[in-house]
């Protein structure tokens, strides 16, 4: 989805505005105002069940699908979750997490770039929320618009492989500002390439001296357990409040 007017094409020419009327800020403006009243609904009904809610997000291939199958298996039995799953086309995603035996939804965006509030809003609705613990939502793969929209979450999850560069905090800053935590994903091949694992946190940090940092590999299983607490002390924290 465009965010300057709303139309389902990402890609195409704005002819919202002329010499007098800035019509396209305005709209972009009411576009997502509508989503943040959508996403503080959401957030409401969140809170009213005690849940825990992340927004994984990253570019294609991070390996966002893969580290939540790895954290499902392991924590199915402590946890009970729930995923939705945004891709623009196919389930196949959606197919290995139901392999894992957790509740799962596919959300298809078509020519759309990722999810809203409204989307997120009516996906939960297949699921039992008062008898779950954490709301996994898989973002369209899109390191541009999913920093735009509030879903309701608790927390942005940024997902950056190391097969990526270590410059994509500082080329995408929006996306890192918003998100709390980052995970730097695949660091088992980190012997086989280029890619400074300390530059790339500290790029990280200069557009988010707050963001959290967790190295992980979901194949190697180095790192999961330090993610894991932090999933756990989240769950905590939403059921102490």
Not at 83 to 112: F, H, M, S, W
Not at 177 to 203: E, V
Request: proline fraction near 4%; glycine fraction near 8%.
């Amino acid at each position: 989805m465009c965010i300057d007017c709303g139309c389902a094409e990402p890609f195409h020419k704005h002819d919202h505005e002329d010499n007098h009327s800035p019509r396209k800020i305005q709209v972009g403006e009411d576009l997502l105002a509508k989503n943040n009243r959508l996403a503080a609904a959401n957030r409401a009904r969140f809170a009213a069940e005690q849940l825990f809610v992340l927004n994984l997000v990253s570019s294609p291939g991070s390996g966002k699908t893969s580290i939540l199958e790895r954290t499902l298996t392991d924590l199915k039995s402590r946890l009970a979750f729930a995923v939705l799953e945004g891709d623009q086309q196919t389930d196949n995603d959606a197919n290995r997490i139901a392999a894992t035996g957790v509740p799962v939804k596919q959300i298809n965006t078509g020519a759309g770039c990722h999810l809203d509030a409204h989307m997120v809003g009516h996906g939960v609705d297949l699921f039992d929320l008062g008898a779950t613990d954490v709301l996994m939502i898989e973002n369209v793969g899109n390191l541009v618009c999913p920093a735009s929209f509030d879903l309701g979450e608790a927390h942005k999850v940024a997902v950056l492989s190391v097969t990526e560069g270590e410059d994509k905090p500082l080329k995408y800053p929006l996306m890192f500002q918003a998100a709390d935590l980052m995970l730097i994903n695949k660091i088992d091949l980190l012997p086989y390439l280029r890619f400074d694992l300390a530059q790339c946190k500290a790029f990280a940090r200069q557009v988010n001296p707050a963001i959290k940092i967790i190295e992980l590999s979901c194949y190697s299983g180095e790192g999961m357990e330090q993610w894991y607490d932090w999933l756990q002390q989240g769950v905590n924290q939403k059921r102490e409040t």
